[in-house]
């Protein structure tokens, strides 16, 4: 009922810029927050940005004052502008959507995307 699409990975050399995009779809009323982790090979999930209903943007320090995320909050979509790339960037960056499936109570459900490759190289 819900699916959760990433797009704009890539090879980049070090310094370069990418632009990831994600969409959320489906039976949707109305979504929570939407934002994006990554994961290196055997390294655990990690945050890069999430944007909350509100539209406080949390980032993870690795990338705060390099990465910066945007909310459509009428297209239920959020891309991630990633500029000065290093290879400690690299990994499958995740979309993940939390999407309210009751109001009364408020409860919410994380739907995933499938994950876009980055590749920051030389």
């Known amino acids: 009922q819900v699916q959760v699409v990433e797009s704009g990975g890539g090879l980049v050399q070090p310094g370069g810029s990418l632009r990831l995009s994600c969409a959320a779809s489906g039976n949707i009323s109305k979504i929570h927050a939407m934002g994006w982790y990554r994961q290196a090979p055997g390294k655990q999930r990690e945050l890069v940005a999430i944007?909350?209903?509100?539209?406080?943007?949390i980032y993870g320090d690795s990338v705060k004052d390099r990465f910066t995320g945007d909310r459509d909050y009428v297209k239920n979509t959020v891309s991630l502008q990633m500029n000065r790339l290093k290879p400690e960037d690299t990994g499958m960056y995740y979309c993940?959507?939390?999407?309210?499936?009751?109001?009364?109570?408020?409860?919410?459900?994380?739907?995933w995307g499938q994950g876009t490759q980055v590749t920051v190289s030389s």
């Open positions: 993940k959507a939390e999407i309210f499936i009751s109001m009364m109570p408020k409860r919410v459900n994380d739907y």
């Open positions: 944007i909350l209903d509100g539209g406080n943007i």
